[in-house]
């Protein structure tokens, strides 16, 4: 790999970061999940900011939710460049990372229905 000069300096900072943004873009427009899991995340957000809920909790499952699924189209695309024909340890790799995305997402869940239900439950007058 190629080094352009200090890690302290702003232009390669910005350089990996036009990557690292395409690799975004990339996964909104190809990956139907991501899209579905970005308007879930700036659904709760908005949620607990109309609520007044801790935001705190709701930025990072959403976090956590959409970059395990960057890293799911990673290795999918990976596998799919290493291995064309199916192959079994392909198909665990791919079903495994799949598998964390949806760890996330139901820990996610959890998360969300106990602070933004917290927050609702207050506001109709149950606390």
Excluded at 57 to 67: G, H, R
Aim: charged share 15%.
């Amino acid at each position: 790999m190629r080094s352009d000069g200090s890690a302290l300096s702003l232009r390669r900072w910005w350089r990996s970061a036009a990557f690292a943004w395409a690799g975004v873009a990339h996964a909104y427009r190809t990956q139907a999940n991501f899209r579905i899991e970005v308007a879930c995340g700036v659904l709760a957000c908005a949620l607990a900011v109309a609520l007044h809920a801790p935001l705190a909790p709701i930025v990072l499952c959403c976090a956590l939710v959409l970059s395990l699924e960057l890293v799911n189209t990673a290795l999918e695309a990976l596998t799919d460049l290493a291995s064309p024909d199916l192959h079994p340890l392909a198909k665990i790799a791919k079903d495994a990372a799949a598998g964390a995305v949806l760890v996330a997402s139901l820990g996610a869940l959890v998360v969300g229905a106990v602070v933004l239900g917290t927050a609702l439950w207050r506001l109709v007058g149950g606390m």
